[in-house]
């Protein structure tokens, strides 16, 4: 796997999933080392994963057939999922990676492909902003906006895809850090 871009990458390499390997996902509840912190920072994933499948179902629904609330749902959902994984990143990058990379400095690429996700994500976020502030301008001003709102489908189907593998790859860094070592996300 030479190209490890978010866009283009189908997983972590086998090195850095030296400790996911040892703690398979469906052991780490049952860890002593898993908190109630860790299980909250999974929550928010599930939250965006949902989130996201919202967005994507709303558009598809509207495109199907008219839906009077697909403007007010879309920007609230949209509004709130970009938002809170913005702040979710933030935190990341500025508190709990710092905190976890002196711990496994066979980790250290991991958390580089992570950091380059954030920013790749944003790029994203903004296309993502973008094209529904274009469908909600078409609909405010009572035009048709049915292309904008396939244009804004696929790139949400675009987004989650990027999305997915991003919170997988970062799940399989973070949590068997947090079991290895006894680190908390506080």
Not at 142 to 160: C, M, P, Y
Request: overall charge negative; hydrophobic content about 40%.
């Amino acid at each position: 796997m030479n190209d490890l871009a978010l866009e283009r990458r189908t997983g972590l390499p086998e090195h850095l999933r030296v400790l996911a390997e040892l703690y398979p996902r469906e052991t780490w509840q049952g860890h002593p080392n898993f908190s109630g912190l860790t299980a909250f920072w999974l929550e928010r994933h599930l939250m965006f994963r949902q989130l996201m499948a919202r967005l994507i179902e709303g558009s598809e629904r509207h495109l199907d057939q008219t839906d009077p609330r697909f403007a007010a749902e879309m920007s609230q959902y949209t509004g709130l999922f970009l938002n809170q994984l913005h702040g979710h990143h933030m935190i990341e990058d500025q508190h709990y990676f710092p905190q976890f990379i002196p711990l496994d400095s066979r980790l250290e690429q991991g958390f580089e492909i992570l950091d380059r996700d954030h920013h790749a994500l944003d790029g994203h976020i903004h296309a993502l902003a973008d094209r529904s502030n274009e469908v909600l301008k078409l609909m405010a001003a009572g035009e048709d906006e049915k292309r904008a709102v396939d244009l804004l489908a696929a790139t949400q189907r675009d987004f989650s895809g990027f999305l997915l593998r991003h919170l997988e790859d970062e799940e399989e860094i973070i949590v068997p850090v947090v079991l290895e070592y006894g680190a908390d996300l506080e």
